[in-house]
Antibody, heavy 120, light 108 residues
């Protein structure tokens, strides 16, 4: 069974840094793209970017390029989403999700989400 | 960027009835279209990919159709636990693999 388990809820202040994680199991972690999706409170889903853990090839939505860093450690079967300086507008639930096969495919398994609250 | 538009924003249907949800793409995406279900407080779940192929474990009550720019998700014999927001997503051209804004399905 494919499982994606995300790190726990975070409460941060504006300007702080943050790295959240997504640990995959039950499949060949290095062979499938993993993406990140943002969901602001009461809003829809926003596709942020994705990484191929096998070689760390990374693609970003223009809206998120330069705003976050996506990385992965194949040996730990874990992907990461990172901010260097958080803003209040980064408050959201962040989901990681495995892409079904090739990079041009939907998400077939999702993590449970990590809630990030940024407030002074 | 391909813009995905869903209609209606909210749909109210009685148990046992049929729900029909629509999704349009701003340009042709052939059949590179997925539907997701997000129940309250839960992560999204893949229902349909390739516009019409049910994902593993999805009941036959859920069906998808369409190609090009117009797509439909049909839910037959509506059940109470179908209460959710349904999103379409194109994965024909990135970045990004954009989502629609969602249709909230209410059970009368």
């Amino acid at each position: 069974e494919v499982l994606l388990v995300q790190s726990g809820e975070e409460v941060k202040k504006p300007g702080e840094s943050l790295k959240i994680s997504c640990k995959g199991s039950g499949y060949r972690f290095g062979s499938y793209w993993i993406g990140w999706v943002r969901q602001r409170p009461g809003k829809g889903l926003e596709w942020m970017g994705m990484i191929f853990p096998g070689d760390s090839d990374t693609r970003f939505s223009p809206s998120f390029r330069g705003q976050v860093t996506i990385s992965a450690d194949k040996s730990l079967t874990t992907a990461y989403l990172q901010w260097s300086s958080l803003k209040a507008s980064d408050s959201a639930i962040y989901y990681c999700a495995k892409i079904r096969e090739g990079y041009s495919d939907p998400f077939d398994s999702w993590g449970q989400g990590t809630r990030v609250t940024v407030s002074s | 960027e391909i813009v995905m538009t869903q209609s209606p924003a909210t749909l109210s249907v009685s148990p046992g009835e049929r729900a029909t949800l629509s999704c349009w793409a701003s340009q042709s995406i052939t059949t590179n279209l997925a539907w997701y279900q997000q129940r309250p407080g839960q992560a999204p779940r893949l229902l349909i990919f390739g516009a019409s192929t049910r994902a593993t474990g999805i009941p036959v009550r859920f069906s998808g159709s369409g190609s090009g720019t117009e797509f439909t998700l049909t839910i037959d014999n509506l059940q109470p636990d179908d209460l959710a927001i349904y999103y379409c997503q194109q994965y024909n051209r990135w970045p990004p693999y954009s989502f629609g804004q969602g249709t909230k399905l209410e059970i009368k």
